[in-house]
């Protein structure tokens, strides 16, 4: 069983940026789909962004051009690079890690392994 625990969020002005951190125990990633997924206040959760076991990338047209995922393999983290924020991307960012596609973790991500989330508030 994986284990995963967000870090660096916080408080940053709009067009700021800040990077999430998503370190993993338990599994190594490797073979993981990895995503963000988010959280805003009275909306329901939402797809941000994700990376394939091939590092290949996929973005919510919100985040496309602004945010970058990454994964570190020797560091069993993935990470969430946001720049030039908005206020509208304030919410609880969640990580999540599981054995599927990327239909699988954009729309219906049953199975998957979540962190406990990371908040990001991002003033005008």
């Known amino acids: 069983q994986v284990q995963l625990v967000e870090s660096g969020g916080g408080w940053v002005q709009a067009g700021g940026s800040l990077r999430l951190s998503c370190a993993a125990s338990g599994r190594t990633l490797w073979a993981y789909m990895m995503a963000w997924f988010r959280q805003a206040p009275g909306k329901e959760r939402e797809f941000v962004a994700a990376i394939g076991w091939s590092s290949g990338t996929y973005f919510a047209d919100s985040a496309k051009d602004r945010f970058t995922i990454s994964r570190d393999s020797a560091k069993n983290t993935v990470y969430l690079q946001m720049n030039s924020l908005k206020p509208e991307d304030t919410g609880i960012y969640y990580c999540?890690?599981?054995?599927?596609?990327?239909?699988?973790?954009?729309?219906?991500?049953?199975?998957?392994?979540w962190g406990q989330g990371t908040q990001v508030d991002v003033s005008s």
């Open positions: 999540v890690a599981g054995v599927g596609g990327i239909d699988w973790v954009c729309y219906n991500p049953v199975g998957a392994t």
